[in-house]
């Protein structure tokens, strides 16, 4: 599982929940193509980034920035970050369904927004599970609260001001929605991944004697 947590978002002329995922593996944040367009924020210029991609690979690219408003869900905490936009975080990502951990989670007391939030009043294109933030290692780290519960399945659960997150490993095994969030591969296939020529591996050629 991965750290997927439900946030509000102040815009222009109203205030939105969106569902953002914490990626201490990104070192920048980001806020998508789309909610900064559905919000009409104001951006305040632009930063070229090389993104670090899978295999050592590099690619360049220029983003719009923001300041953004975010708080949790009671708006008891609030705070303001300064992110870049990206058109698209990943790919959706699947919420929790298994009822037995969510029955655990209730059990040691954990309340997860990604869980209890009415999704219907999220922003979202076409899916409930997209993700519409990034919180990278910039902001990271000051945002988690210290507080760590272990669970009997193997889960664990990470406190932030925003809230509740869980992370680890499901015992469901791996499905394709699953996804590496901080490897940037957006134009290549998945078979490139492990191309010998996209890990800079060159293939040697050696000479052949070839005997009279």
Request: glycine letters at 10%.
């Amino acid at each position: 599982m991965l750290q997927t947590i439900i946030v509000k978002i102040s815009g222009a002329k109203q205030k939105n929940m969106i569902r953002l995922i914490i990626d201490s593996g990104s070192s920048g944040s980001y806020i998508s193509e789309f909610v900064a367009r559905k919000l009409q924020l104001k951006d305040i210029g632009h930063e070229s980034v090389v993104h670090g991609l899978f295999g050592g690979l590099q690619k360049k690219e220029k983003h719009k920035k923001y300041v953004i408003n975010l708080s949790n869900v009671d708006n008891s905490f609030g705070c303001v970050l300064n992110v870049m936009e990206q058109k698209t975080i990943c790919t959706p990502i699947p919420k929790l369904e298994n009822m037995k951990l969510i029955e655990e989670i209730k059990d040691c007391e954990i309340n997860l927004s990604d869980l209890t939030v009415n999704e219907n009043f999220g922003l979202y294109e076409s899916t409930v599970n997209e993700i519409h933030g990034l919180i990278g290692a910039d902001y990271a780290g000051k945002l988690f609260t210290g507080e760590i519960k272990n669970l009997p399945s193997g889960l664990v659960a990470m406190n932030t001001y925003f809230g509740w997150t869980i992370m680890g490993r499901t015992g469901e095994g791996c499905s394709a929605s699953e996804v590496l969030l901080s490897l940037h591969v957006s134009d290549l296939r998945i078979c490139d991944l492990w191309s010998l020529d996209s890990l800079g591996i060159k293939e040697r050629v050696f000479p052949v004697e070839i005997g009279n």
